[in-house]
């Protein structure tokens, strides 16, 4: 684990499934490597935490999965984004981006000067 | 919060399902690492470090295996299922235990339900009337001619109600007498109605068939109509709709059958489920109509203009009440009382009920406090056990819900037990048991009695469970792993514990004897009272004289006369006699005697009978003085007083034979003689009573009383007899008069028989908790005894030790349950008759019975202390 960004839960699920909407149906491993690429190596997350992540996404019916057999011949579990969870995602990152924008404002704000 | 409910609800599934199982998810992690580790190696290091490369980045495999699996399933219910499963695996280890637990618990549920269905369906439910909480009882007050008695209602005030007062929207008034049904099959008697026409719809219930009355029809020659009810109709009538319309013959005359009302409806009645068969239109006659004061002789009900309020309809009525008196000269505060439905009804009931009510709850409370004793000492055992859980982490929480659960299943078993027990007891209420109570016919296991057994059921394992739970979850496991060892004596909180709900159990055992010996000793005085008359060896008819065939009152004379000469003749009767109404069946025909020319403030109202010669031989009332009345006597008016009536009438004359007076028909008698005073029922004093022989104002309903030596010969010999004067006349059940005494206190007997059943449970049940705890205590105190024995103490010496301690708590519940049975019997005060709530033979008498057994159930176990081998008892170390 390296002293990068700490990922909370809600943020990682956001994540998990933008990346299946952009990529299309990945497994686990799959996803844990496009987060960090994305993040520009600046994110590096416990892969291990992303299982109960993507089992809770599934009970919401946000994604769904399946098995399968990757290129190099290995059995993995498929996931894809469902309708549910390309709904989520809109209102989600229409949520986010007010809240940054938000925190964005004021941290534009300057200091006065003693 | 969909998402939230989706999530739990695939989470359940997950748990049933488990589609995500832990071999899928090693096997997706497992291939994840692969990935990872593939990376390296392809960088070109060795496999070996890339493999522990990869573990490094995928974190600990053991902690995402375990989130995983508490975001798989519910983490609760797992938890409860696992619970569950220790528990039945506990259950199924102590049979003995288990099988004393859900017995129990189910007869203290089971008890417990029943009970409450009686009083759901007695006094919770509303009434099965429209809008019930608008409809009062009508009574009067007459406090010159009757004082505080309350009266029934006089037909022209309850028209003048409901004309005059503006808050009354309507006042119904009926009628009760049994009827004869002459028409199809055998002639019965049954209970029957007369009723205004506006009755039904005051009480908001319409015929399930056919019309209720007109208004019309309750004028003289347009009254032959009838509605019957559903039972009758269906019981008689084989359910024909076409007798609607029919004729039928009711008291021997012409009816048209014009509805039928629903088996439900009852006219309002108190503390009692009579179910009229037969309505008929209510006639007022002509010469009442124009009596203003008296003739408070019908039950009204009367409904108030919704929006209004009771007490201003009763200040309305009594405005038009003080009028009456005015008119016709009289000087009487005539007032009128409303009395709510409900109370009307259930009144009568209630106390009995609450009583009984209170005595399953806590027979119920003992039955939890006794198992919350047998779980103590199991958790005395097992306390090693929770030890070594608590020494591997499991949280106080945790071993506090798992102790938990095993008593809450237990609750359940015994609960769908007891639901079962419950509908067989409600099913012998209902058909073994001498329950006069209203609406009893209602009572059955429904909706809100499963709710009720429920919430107890749950309520009864918290109760048991939560303290050996509590006592269970509170030891220090390092102190409990070492007075597990033989060296140290252990447990002696928990004894201290155990004792104190011994002292509860005894209490509460106290206080249930104490009411059964109050109502049992009051139903022995009641037996016993001196009745002032005698009820062995005497039949008893009861038989009514109705319909056309005896309209005529010579009819009826002559029917009598013969009956009398008849009966009389029977081989082997003493005597045969009638009489108006029999002693035990209450205080009726209350009306005024007074002397001739007094003024209406000397009026006494007394009961008033009439009967036969040989009424007094038959039913052995001492004829004090003078003679009772004989055949010579016709012509004339003469009567028999009993002593209290002929103190009132002549306070100072030691002997008034012969002296006039004016009777209940304000016509002189001539008074012959003086009897003894008997009772009109027998928990009260008996009433002023006047005799006068029958031919003065032949009656239509009389009971036949016969005095014979053979009970059996007599009854056949009577039916005989009634048959060859008249075969269409209904014979009801012939009974003894013992028998007819007995029936007067039946309900007292029941309470009295089931408050004995219960107190003598808890009995039991303490004896059986004493009994247990010193054996604990004694077999804890092993090793002590065998050193003081050593030591040269006698073995007397130790059983007394034994006793004393184990007698400690008996004591110390038995005051506490004196105390609050004194407290509390007072609210039973009308349940009882010449018994004080305190009474100190009762007292004293459940203290011995509870020391005894106290001292019974503590000496099994102390002479086993005394017989301790002391080398033995030592060595055991």
């Known amino acids: 684990m390296s002293a990068k960004t700490d990922v909370w839960q809600g943020t990682l699920a956001l994540m998990v499934l933008k990346t299946l909407n952009a990529m299309g149906p990945q497994h686990g491993y799959g996803i844990a490597r496009r987060i960090e690429q994305t993040s520009g190596a600046l994110l590096s997350i416990n892969h291990g935490t992303l299982y109960p992540v993507l089992l809770k996404l599934e009970q919401e019916g946000a994604i769904a999965s399946e098995w399968g057999v990757s290129d190099n011949n290995r059995r993995a579990r498929f996931y894809r984004i469902t309708r549910v969870g390309r709904k989520h995602l809109t209102a989600e990152e229409a949520q986010w981006t007010q809240t940054t924008e938000i925190v964005g404002r004021f941290m534009a704000l300057k200091g006065v000067k003693p | ?877």
């Not at chain 2, 006094?123 to 099965?128: E, F, G, N, S, T």
């Open chain 2, 1 to 877: 919060v969909r998402r939230a409910i989706r999530r739990g609800w695939t989470r359940l599934i997950g748990t049933f399902l488990r589609r995500h199982t832990d071999r899928d998810l090693a096997q997706e992690i497992e291939s994840h690492i692969e990935w990872l580790a593939d990376e390296d190696i392809r960088r070109g290091l060795p496999p070996d470090a890339a493999y522990r490369r990869a573990r490094i980045r995928f974190g600990s495999v053991e902690s995402a295996k375990e989130r995983y699996r508490d975001q798989r399933g519910l983490p609760t219910l797992e938890i409860l299922v696992h619970d569950l499963r220790h528990a039945i695996r506990g259950i199924r280890r102590n049979p003995a235990f288990t099988v004393v637990a859900v017995l129990s618990l189910a007869i203290g549920i089971g008890v417990n339900t029943a009970i409450f269905s009686l009083v759901d369906a007695v006094l919770l439910r509303p009434l099965a009337y429209e809008d019930p909480n608008r409809v009062f009882v009508a009574r009067e007050l007459d406090p010159q001619l009757f004082g505080e008695r309350l009266l029934g209602v006089n037909p022209v005030h309850a028209r003048e109600w409901a004309a005059r007062c503006p808050s009354v929207e309507d006042v119904g008034l009926t009628q009760r007498a049994n009827v004869q049904l002459t028409d199809a099959g055998e002639p019965v008697s049954v209970a029957g109605a007369r009723i205004t026409h506006n009755l039904l719809a005051l009480l908001g219930v319409e015929p399930i068939r056919g019309r209720g009355f007109r208004a019309d029809e309750e004028q003289a020659g347009n009254h032959h109509v009838a509605i019957l009810s559903e039972t009758l109709w269906r019981s008689r009538f084989d359910a024909d709709p076409s007798v609607v319309g029919r004729t039928i013959l009711i008291d021997g005359e012409s009816h048209e059958v014009v509805g039928i009302v629903a088996a439900s409806f009852r006219v309002p009645s108190s503390g009692a489920n009579r179910r009229d068969e037969i309505f008929r239109p209510l006639v007022i006659p002509d010469d009442e109509i124009g009596r203003m004061m008296g003739n408070y002789n019908y039950f009204a009900l009367v409904r108030v203009k919704s929006g209004a309020i009771a007490g201003q309809a009763l200040s309305e009525m009594n405005v038009v009440q003080a009028r009456f008196p005015k008119s016709s000269g009289v000087t009487t505060d005539l007032k009128a009382v409303l009395i709510p439905l409900h109370e009307f009804v259930t009144g009568a009931s209630r106390l009995g009920l609450w009583t009984l009510s209170a005595a399953v709850g806590a027979v119920l409370l003992i039955v939890c406090v006794n198992l919350a004793n047998l779980l103590l000492s199991r958790a005395a055992s097992r306390s090693r056990e929770t030890a070594i859980r608590a020494a591997l982490g499991a949280s106080r929480r945790r071993l506090f819900r798992q102790a938990l659960t095993e008593s809450l299943l237990l609750a359940v078993i015994g609960g769908v037990f007891g639901v079962l027990l419950a509908g067989w007891i409600i099913e012998l209420f209902l058909i073994a048991m001498p329950l006069e109570l209203p609406r009893i016919d209602q009572v059955r296991v429904d909706i809100s009695v499963l709710a009720f057994a429920s919430g107890l059921t749950i309520l009864t394992g918290l109760i048991f469970g939560a303290l050996p739970a509590w006592r269970l979850t509170r030891d220090d496991p390092q102190e409990a792993l070492r007075a597990g060892s033989h060296t140290v004596t252990q447990g002696r909180r928990t004894l201290r514990l155990r004792e104190s709900l011994i002292g509860l159990e005894v209490a509460v055992s106290t206080g249930l004897l104490i009411m059964a010996g109050l109502l049992g000793s009051s139903l022995v005085r009641l037996l016993h009272v001196d009745k002032g008359f005698d009820h062995d060896r005497v039949l008893t008819v009861d038989l009514s004289l109705a319909g056309s065939k005896y309209a005529k009152v010579e009819r009826r004379e002559q029917f009598l006369d013969r009956l009398l000469a008849n009966a009389g003749a029977i081989p082997g009767v003493e005597a045969a006699a009638i009489v108006t109404h029999l002693p035990t069946r209450g205080e009726t025909w209350n009306d005024p005697i007074y002397l001739e020319g007094a003024p209406r403030a000397h009026k006494h109202t007394v009961n008033n009978r009439y009967a036969s010669p040989e009424y007094f031989r038959v039913m052995n009332i001492a004829v004090r003085q003078g003679r009772s009345f004989e055949e010579s006597d016709r012509g004339r008016g003469v009567a028999v007083l009993s002593e209290r009536a002929a103190k009132i009438l002549w306070p100072g004359d030691p002997n008034p034979v012969g002296r006039l007076f004016m009777g209940e028909d304000d016509t002189v008698k001539t008074l012959v003689g003086i009897v003894a005073d008997v009772r009109a029922s027998l928990q009260n004093d008996p009433p002023p009573t006047a005799y006068y022989p029958y031919w003065q104002r032949v009656p239509d309903g009389v009971t036949l009383v016969v005095r014979n030596s053979d009970l059996t010969a007599a009854a056949e010999g009577v039916r005989a007899v009634l048959r060859r004067e008249d075969a269409e006349l209904p014979i009801p059940a012939i009974r003894s008069m013992e028998d007819v005494v007995n029936r007067s206190v039946e309900q007292r007997r029941f309470q009295m028989g089931i408050m004995s059943i219960f107190a003598a449970s808890a009995l039991l049940v303490s004896s059986l908790g004493i009994y247990g705890v010193v054996s604990y205590s004694v077999a804890r105190r092993r090793n002590e005894l065998g050193v003081r024995l050593a030591l040269g103490a006698s073995r007397s010496r130790l059983l007394g030790l034994v006793i004393r301690q184990g007698m400690k708590p008996v004591v110390v519940g038995l005051l506490a349950g004196v105390a609050v049975a004194l407290l509390v019997s007072r609210t039973i005060r009308n349940l009882l008759f010449e018994v004080q709530p305190s009474d100190p033979m009762t007292i004293a008498g459940v203290t011995i019975v509870l020391l005894v057994v106290g001292i019974l159930a503590c000496l099994i176990p102390a002479r086993r202390a005394a017989a301790t081998d002391a080398v033995a008892a030592l060595r055991f170390q």
